[in-house]
Nanobody, 113 residues
Framework: VQFVESGGGLVQPGGSLRLSCAAS????????MSWYRQAPGKERELVAT????????RYAASVKGRFIISRDNVKNTVYLQMNSLKPEDTAVYYC???????WGQGTQVTVSS
């Protein structure tokens, strides 16, 4: 099982980023997928989850209305569109398949002026 996250970077408050996570080594279309994030000195927290066929999504209260999770089961990729970014969104972002014990290296998102 492997996850490769990409798309992070430095962005000003109010800006947008789109994260991608390419998954391999398992039947991607059979699993829900989640995005987590971990800020310095804080525990890893769940940001968003999407069901296996993309019919349902859930978000943490802190990102609801600003972030959108989506997936492409042909490309085995899950995305996180992040809009109206705030400094408190600064963290390393990871994708994860609930039920599989594996994490990628993450992608750093820094929101700063």
């Amino acid at each position: 099982v492997q996850f490769v996250e990409s798309g992070g970077g430095l962005v000003q408050p109010g800006g947008s980023l789109r994260l991608s996570c390419a998954a391999s080594g398992f039947t991607f279309s059979s699993y829900a997928m989640s995005w987590y994030r971990q800020a310095p000195g804080k525990e890893r927290e769940l940001v968003a989850t999407i069901t296996s066929v993309g019919g349902s999504t859930r978000y943490a209260a802190s990102v609801k209305g600003r972030f959108i999770i989506s997936r492409d089961n042909v490309k085995n990729t899950v995305y996180l569109q992040m809009n109206s970014l705030k400094p408190e969104d600064t963290a390393v972002y990871y994708c994860y398949a609930p039920g599989l014990v594996s994490w990628g290296q993450g992608t750093q998102v820094t929101v700063s002026s």
